[in-house]
């Protein structure tokens, strides 16, 4: 029995350094930049942030792939959205990662897009959609937004949508009036 602690102690000894140097809490080593957009993505979170700068439709976003949800601040706006992420239409993680990788994809062309329309209710308590998502949208009101389906004939009024582009592959549409505003 002592012949079997021994090498465990070695190896717990040895290994415990190198499991130090791995912090996979941290960010995904390949934060970048895409055009006006600056990712940090959180691979162990299933998180990735988004900061657009671009001064026509600048806007912050976190893809949440663990709850499966978007949010958005619309500084054009100033609101917040948030959305169920639809997995069939929405970039995985690893899509992301490839896209900061300047990795070619063989799906999402930059046609691929999705409208979405804000609801008349107010998000509540955005601690429950957590932290990252609470501290972003904290000064600005909050509402959900409904993804429509491909075809639908909607009645909105074309300037009340926010563009929203999602590196070279998604883009979305966010329309209707935020009440209030």
């Known amino acids: 029995m002592k012949h079997l602690i021994v090498p465990s102690i070695l190896v717990a000894f040895f290994l415990t350094p190198s499991l130090a140097l791995l912090d996979i809490s941290d960010s995904h080593p390949l934060d970048g930049s895409v055009g006006t957009q600056s990712i940090r993505i959180n691979a162990f979170r299933g998180m990735v942030s988004i900061r657009d700068n671009n001064v026509l439709s ?3 976003g976190i893809l949440d792939y663990k709850n499966a949800l978007l949010a958005a601040k619309l500084f054009s706006k100033m609101a917040c959205v948030l959305a169920k992420m639809d997995p069939s239409a929405f970039p ?3 899509d992301i990662i490839k896209a900061l990788d300047h990795k070619p994809l063989k799906h999402y062309p930059s046609t691929h897009g999705l409208t979405y329309t804000v609801l008349p209710d107010r998000v509540k308590n955005l601690a429950q959609y957590g932290m990252s ?4 949208c904290r000064d600005v ?3 959900f ?3 429509q389906k491909e075809g639908s004939a909607l009645a909105i009024n ?3 949508c926010s563009e929203v582009q999602l590196l070279s592959f998604l883009g979305l549409s966010i329309c209707g009036e935020i009440p209030g505003l």
């Not at 998502?133 to 972003?136: F, L, R």
């Open 58 to 60: 600048e806007w912050d």
């Open 92 to 94: 995985t993680l690893d």
């Open 133 to 136: 998502i609470k501290e972003m």
């Open 141 to 143: 009101p909050t509402y």
């Open 145 to 147: 937004v409904q993804q």
């Open 158 to 160: 074309p300037d009340s």
